[in-house]
């Protein structure tokens, strides 16, 4: 079946640093999502991407739906605590068809 | 507004013993899945349903069962828990056209 790839698998950044992750895909997918989950919760949406080419952002966070279709990168710029946990990225074709990749471990030093 | 709703939130199970796990959303949403979380392996789909009365397999549907008769709710049955069914479950539910999933907390089943 379809995979993700995320990297990188874990990082440990400074408090005010900007973070970078990818994710990517053997498939193309019409959907892009990405998710926070925070120890002991269910993950939670941040940005949503509709379109090859979409840089969308929420706040703090900005991401990209590749233009081949395969990818997608999630930016964080100035790194606070709350930060911290696991961000997943999702590829979705028409609602039927998520696929999550196995996530990138974000931890915030102070 | 509750959102998406998972009980209980922590199990044990014996082996060979079996279960359902609730989820309700009080949401209106058409579509409702369950994934299971392991370590290292993000989210895998168990089964899905795009309505009532309408359910499908996902990528790992063996050893679980759904039904779907109403719109609120999706219970996911383990008919006879095996110890590889220790895991995290998360249920979640969606207007589907946008394809934004909604999670639930999650379920902590442990089968010993």
């Known amino acids: 079946g379809q995979q993700l790839n995320q990297s990188p698998q874990s990082m440990f950044i400074q408090e005010g640093e900007d973070v970078s992750m990818n994710c990517t895909s053997s498939?193309?997918?019409?959907?892009w999502l990405w998710y926070k989950q925070d120890p002991g919760e269910g993950p939670v949406l941040l940005i949503a991407?509709?379109?090859?080419?979409e840089l969308t952002s929420n706040g703090r966070l900005t991401a990209q739906f590749g233009i081949t279709r395969k990818d997608s990168f999630l930016n964080i710029s100035a790194s606070i605590p709350s930060d911290v946990g696991i961000y997943f990225c999702?590829?979705?074709?028409?609602?039927?068809?998520?696929?999550f990749g196995p996530g990138t471990r974000l931890s915030v030093l102070p | 507004n509750a959102g998406v709703t998972q009980t209980p939130k922590f199990q044990v199970l014996k082996t060979g013993q079996s279960m359902t796990l609730q989820c309700a959303q009080d949401m209106n949403h058409e579509y409702m899945s369950w994934y299971r979380q392991d370590p290292g392996m993000g989210l895998r789909l168990i089964h899905y349903?795009?309505?009532?009365?309408?359910?499908d397999q996902g990528e790992v549907p063996n050893g679980y069962n759904v039904s779907r008769s109403t719109t609120e709710d999706f219970p996911l049955r383990l008919l006879s828990a095996a110890p590889s069914q220790t895991s995290v479950y998360f249920c979640?539910?969606?207007?589907?056209?946008?394809?934004?999933?909604?999670f639930g907390a999650g379920t902590r089943l442990s089968v010993l």
């Open positions: 991407l509709y379109k090859a080419g």
């Open positions: 979640a539910s969606s207007y589907g056209a946008k394809n934004i999933q909604y």
């Open positions: 349903s795009v309505g009532a009365g309408i359910t």
């Open positions: 498939s193309i997918f019409n959907t």
């Open positions: 999702a590829g979705d074709n028409y609602g039927q068809n998520f696929v």
